[in-house]
């Protein structure tokens, strides 16, 4: 399994970036993806979740509104797209596959392939 996150950067608060995560080693159609993110001095938080299908979606309130995740099975990439940033979504951001295969479920613990992260910092 590989994870490669991309599209991290330095952009102003209100700016946008989109990030991406790209999968191999598995059968990407058939696992649910998450994005999560550690934020300095901060825990490891869930940030949103996509099922295998695109049909479900799930988000941490704190980004809700702002952020959507979204999946090509095809090109087997993941996608979170981030509007109107703030200060504190300075993290370090990483795309997750679930343990199980055609489970959907945001728990940080059934996630157990994870991406080496990209930073993402946003400035006041």
């Known amino acids: 399994v590989q994870l490669v996150e991309s599209g991290g950067g330095m952009v102003q608060s209100g700016g946008s970036l989109t990030l991406s995560c790209a999968a191999s080693g598995f059968a990407f159609s058939i696992y649910t993806m998450g994005w999560f993110r550690q934020r300095p001095g901060k825990e490891r938080e869930f940030v949103a979740a996509?099922?295998?299908?695109?049909?479900?979606?799930d988000y941490a309130d704190s980004v809700k509104g702002r952020f959507a995740v979204s999946r090509d099975n095809a090109g087997a990439t993941v996608y979170l797209q981030m509007h109107n940033l703030m200060p504190e979504d300075t993290a370090v951001y990483y795309c997750?596959?679930?343990?199980?295969?055609?489970?959907?479920?945001?728990?940080?613990?059934?996630?157990?392939?994870w991406g080496q992260g990209t930073q993402v910092t946003v400035s006041r």
């Open positions: 996509i099922d295998w299908g695109a049909t479900r979606e």
């Open positions: 997750a596959k679930k343990a199980a295969s055609t489970v959907y479920g945001r728990p940080q613990h059934d996630f157990n392939s």
